[in-house]
């Protein structure tokens, strides 16, 4: 039997570590875990944590990480929690280190092409900032309105404009993390070349709050494009949109950012007749691609857009397309490929990297295995085709599936060497596959690297790679 004095005792030190912090960061920023404020997007990880805290500076997130690696608490990174992988999910034991009160936008120099912020400011704020100083913030996600920059770079977020920009790491000129006993790294670089040894900025980027927390990054940003020509075509087989995608890699050039392909399934989900999103094409065809296009000659660049797009037609590579003519146009496109939250909130979501040539056959191949198994299941693909990255999302209908339909989604990708994260990360939900990705001994190195710097386990435990296992 328990004795009622241990959990005493516990409910003591908890008191005292929950002073302690609130000694730091504010009594008011250390809440309890029912007062925790809920997720935007239901993304099945809520706060079951001890404290949910929110420091206001480097300094508090240093004193905070430095105690509580001394109390041996671990403490779960917190940004806009819309990552897909439980990276933030909690246990009873963890403290949630929100970084939204850390949103200020320190600087936008329009010379250097560079904005400084800290990590609590939302993805949206960051574009609006850039925009404003007439530059571009070049990424975008749909979450967008959520996911706070901190939360971004330790995810090294992908999105629709990875064919031109990169992924979040290309963006990342520089950054300022806290390791788990809160020793400040302030590697805050603001030049596109700088090899003075180690570019430690890369420890911290994608590896999901396991190494540092992330307070302060330096952004490379763009010119703000003078076009912006998006397209919704209709195609009637994979080779077809293998062949599309080759065509307007050459005909548009560096113009071209965006190539999204959506199965059937997808598109007729997305706009079916009692949702939000129009059909702005037929609901027949088996593929649809989305291409995109910005550059710094509106009128040159429109007319070659539109004869880009022609030019698909006249080869029979394209049976039915539309060319948006206006902003809103645009945002209706991109809308039936974004508005996901029908998927995001019900279904199994993946998202895996493959050759390009494979991912007409692995998604067949997957929609078979799983169909089979599961007569009743509801599988949609859809994606970043152009950067290689297909998602996949499944609502098996049938209790208890879920183990299953994620093994067939992993296996299947071992023959083709795919990848089981293109760009939501591992956390603990895709844990147990890295080894179809990775080699023994890259994961040995991981978990060398997580000890060395957080030799306490404190820091986002369990997540990518448990250390008690390697
Ligand atoms: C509708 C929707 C669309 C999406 N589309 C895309 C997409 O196109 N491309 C894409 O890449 N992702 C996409 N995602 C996934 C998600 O938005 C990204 O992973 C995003 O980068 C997470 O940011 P966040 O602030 O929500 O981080 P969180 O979910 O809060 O945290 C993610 C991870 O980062 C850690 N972390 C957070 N902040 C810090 C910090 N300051 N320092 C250290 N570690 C930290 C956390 O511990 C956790 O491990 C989508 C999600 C949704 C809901």
Redo the contacts with the bound molecule.
């Keep these: 039997m328990s004795d009622p004095r241990d959990s005493q005792r516990t409910s003591q030190t908890r008191r005292a570590l929950a002073e302690e912090i609130g000694a730091i960061v504010g009594e008011r920023h250390v809440l309890a875990s029912d007062d925790a404020p809920a997720a935007a997007?239901e993304?099945h990880?809520p706060f079951q944590g001890d404290l949910w805290i929110s420091p206001g500076s480097t300094d508090e997130v240093a004193s905070v990480l430095a105690l509580c690696n001394d109390r041996r608490r671990p403490v779960?990174?917190?940004?806009?929690?819309?990552?897909?992988?439980q990276?933030?999910a909690t246990s009873e034991t963890e403290i949630g280190l929100s970084?939204a009160r850390m949103n200020r936008i320190e600087e936008v120099d329009p010379i250097a092409q560079t904005m400084t912020v800290q990590?609590?400011v939302?993805?949206r704020e960051a574009q609006e900032a850039a925009a404003e100083a007439g530059l571009y913030f070049p990424v975008?996600?749909?979450?967008r309105d959520?996911?706070?920059?901190?939360?971004?770079?330790?995810?090294?977020?992908?999105?629709?404009k990875v064919i031109r920009y990169g992924?979040?790491r290309e963006s990342v000129l520089g950054l300022e993390?806290v390791l788990a006993d809160g020793t400040v790294v302030s590697s805050m670089n603001r030049f596109i070349k700088n090899n003075s040894g180690f570019d430690l900025k890369h420890l911290?980027i994608g590896?999901?709050?396991?190494l540092?927390?992330?307070?302060r990054i330096v952004f490379r940003l763009s010119v703000e494009p003078a076009s912006h020509n998006v397209a919704l075509l209709a195609v009637e087989s994979y080779a077809d949109v293998v062949r599309v995608l080759d065509a307007v890699r050459t005909s548009l050039g560096g113009n071209l950012c965006g190539f999204e392909v959506m199965w059937n399934e997808f598109y007729c989900m997305a706009t079916r007749p009692e949702g939000p999103q129009a059909a702005p094409l037929s609901r027949e065809f088996p593929f649809y691609a989305i291409v995109e296009a910005m550059g710094s000659d509106a009128e040159r660049d429109t007319t070659a857009f539109t004869e880009a797009m022609s030019a698909l037609t006249e080869n029979d590579l394209v049976v039915d397309g539309v060319v948006a003519k206006s902003g809103a146009e645009r945002e209706a496109i991109w809308a039936i490929r974004?508005e996901?939250?029908w998927l995001?909130s019900d279904a199994l979501n993946f998202?895996v990297s493959l050759r390009v040539a494979d991912v007409g056959r692995y998604v067949d191949d997957i929609d078979g295995r799983i169909k089979a198994a599961y007569p009743q299941a509801f599988v949609a693909a859809f994606g970043?085709l152009g950067d290689n990255n297909i998602h996949i999302s499944v609502l098996p209908n049938a209790q208890d599936a879920d183990e299953g339909v994620k093994s067939h989604i992993y296996e299947a990708l071992r023959p083709y060497g795919g990848a089981i994260s293109?760009?939501?990360?591992i956390?603990i939900e895709k844990r147990r596959w890295l080894d179809i990705s990775r080699t023994p001994q890259e994961v040995a190195l991981m978990a060398s690297l997580k000890r060395s710097l957080d030799p306490n386990n404190v820091l986002?435990p369990g997540?990518v790679v448990d250390v008690r296992e390697h």
Excluded: R, Y
């Excluded at 779960?76 to 992988?85: A, E, R, S």
């Excluded at 540092?212 to 307070?215: A, E, H, K, N």
């Design positions: 997007w993304t990880q779960v990174p917190m940004g806009g929690l819309t990552n897909l992988v990276a933030c970084l990590a609590g939302t993805l975008d996600i749909g979450a959520n996911c706070m920059l901190g939360g971004n770079v330790s995810t090294n977020a992908g999105g629709t992924m979040i993390a911290f590896t999901e709050g396991t540092g927390v992330i307070t974004h996901v939250e995001v998202d970043h293109a760009e939501h990360g956390g986002n997540k």
